[in-house]
C-alpha cells in the first residue's frame, strides 16, 4: 500500500473515531441543554430529538488533518505550503459553520443566513475557484470570467441549499454525502491531486460516525440530528469539492473530459429537487422559502413507504443516475447535453410515479 493511501486511510480513520468518541458527550450535553429539533407540520419524526451533531464536523475535520497533513509533509512533500487562498476558503467554511450553529440553537432569519450564504460562496471565485469550462454541455466550452464568477456563486447556493433542504429524514443528506465523498476521494487520488483527497476523507470519516448515531431508533438515547451547522457544511464542502474537479486548470489537475459530469452527476438528485420544488412555489404563488412537504423525500412517504424505505429507496436513485451518467458519457453513448436531458426526464418520471401513489398523509 502506498503512503498516500494510508494516509487517505488515516484521514478518514481519525476523524471517524473522534465523531464516535465524541458524540455521546455532545448528545448528552444537548439534553441537559435542551437543544433539541421539535417535531412540527412539516417534519416527518414526531419525538423531540438532539439536533447538533454537525458541530463535530468542522473539529473533527481539523483534528484529521492536522494528522494527515503532518504525515503528507514528512512522507510525501517536503515543499508543502499554503496559499492565502486556502486560508481565505477556510475562512469561508468556517463562516457557514458558525452561522449553522447559532441557527441550531437560537434561530437565524433566512434573510441574515442567506446574506452569510453569499458571503461564504463568493469567497471561492475571489480566489480563483470557479466554473470555468462546460466540457462541450449545450455546445459551450470556456466561460468568461465575467459570466463565471457570478454563475459558480449561484451554483455554490444551489448546492448548499438543496443539502440542507433534502436533509428531511434520517441518513439522506449524509448518505448522499458519503457517497459522494467517496467517489470525490477516489477521482482526486486517480487525479494525482491527493490533498483533495484527504480533505474529503477526513470529511466522509466525520459523516460516517454521524450517520451511525443518526440512524439509531428513535427510542435510543444516542440519537442525533444533524442541524443546519452540518448540512451546510456538508453542503459547502461538496460545492468546494466538485467546483474544484471541474475546473479547467492543468496547473492542478490533468485535462478530464467528464470533470463536468461526475460533478454534476454527484450533486443532480438534490439540487434538482430544489429547483423543482422552487418552481412549484412559485407557479402557486407561494414563497420560495416556505415550509411545506413536497420534497423528494415528502412524496416517497407520501406514497406508503418508511423512513427507511424512503432512504433506500432514494439512495438507490442517487447511485442509478450516478452510475448510468458514468458509463453514457465514458463509453460515448450520449454527449453531456443529452445525458442532462435524460436525467432530468428520468426525475420527473419518478417524482410522476410517486404523486400516483401519493395517499392523503404520510
Not at 452510475?323 to 447535453?337: C, F, G, M, R
Request: proline share 3%; hydrophobic share 55%; with cysteine.
Amino acid at each position: 500500500m502506498s503512503i498516500v493511501i494510508f494516509l487517505i486511510l488515516f484521514s478518514f480513520a481519525i476523524s471517524f473515531v473522534f465523531t464516535v468518541l465524541t458524540m455521546p458527550k455532545l448528545v448528552a450535553y444537548c439534553k441537559k441543554k435542551h437543544l433539541y429539533d421539535q417535531p412540527n407540520a412539516r417534519k416527518v419524526h414526531h419525538n423531540a430529538v438532539p439536533r447538533l451533531g454537525g458541530s463535530l464536523f468542522v473539529p473533527a475535520i481539523l483534528f484529521s488533518l492536522v494528522f494527515s497533513l503532518l504525515g503528507y509533509y514528512y512522507w510525501v512533500d517536503r515543499t508543502l505550503t499554503f496559499k492565502l487562498s486556502t486560508w481565505v476558503l477556510g475562512a469561508g467554511m468556517v463562516f457557514m459553520y458558525l452561522i449553522g450553529i447559532v441557527d441550531d440553537i437560537v434561530g437565524v432569519a433566512a434573510s441574515k443566513k442567506f446574506l452569510v450564504q453569499i458571503v461564504a460562496s463568493a469567497f471561492m471565485p475571489l480566489c480563483g475557484l470557479y466554473i470555468n469550462n462546460l466540457y462541450g454541455f449545450m455546445g459551450i466550452y470556456e466561460l468568461s470570467w465575467w459570466f463565471a464568477y457570478p454563475f459558480t456563486v449561484f451554483t455554490i447556493l444551489l448546492i448548499v441549499n438543496s443539502i440542507n433542504l433534502i436533509d428531511g429524514i434520517d441518513g439522506l443528506a449524509s448518505g448522499i454525502g458519503l457517497i459522494a465523498l467517496t467517489v470525490f476521494s477516489l477521482m482526486f487520488w486517480q487525479s494525482g491531486t491527493p490533498l483533495y483527497s484527504l480533505f474529503s476523507a477526513a470529511l466522509l470519516g466525520t459523516l460516517f460516525g454521524f450517520f451511525l448515531y443518526n440512524m439509531l431508533g428513535i427510542k435510543s438515547p444516542y440519537k442525533i440530528f444533524m442541524g443546519d451547522a452540518g448540512s451546510l457544511i456538508v453542503g459547502y464542502s461538496l460545492a468546494y469539492l466538485s467546483i474544484k474537479y471541474e475546473m479547467f486548470n492543468l496547473t492542478v489537475i490533468p485535462y478530464r473530459p467528464h470533470a463536468m459530469m461526475v460533478s454534476f452527476s454527484l450533486l443532480f438528485l438534490p439540487v434538482m429537487d430544489l429547483i423543482r420544488v422552487a418552481l412549484e412555489r412559485i407557479l402557486h404563488r407561494k414563497k420560495v422559502f416556505a415550509a411545506d412537504k413536497t420534497h423528494i423525500h415528502h412524496l416517497v412517504l407520501q406514497a406508503g413507504a418508511n423512513m427507511h424505505q424512503a432512504l433506500g429507496i432514494l439512495l438507490l436513485f442517487y447511485v442509478s443516475f450516478l452510475i448510468l451518467n458514468l458509463y453514457l458519457v465514458e463509453h460515448d453513448v450520449l454527449v453531456s447535453t443529452w445525458v442532462v436531458l435524460l436525467d432530468i426526464l428520468l426525475y420527473f418520471v419518478f417524482i410522476f410515479i410517486v404523486r400516483r401513489f401519493r395517499k392523503e398523509e404520510a
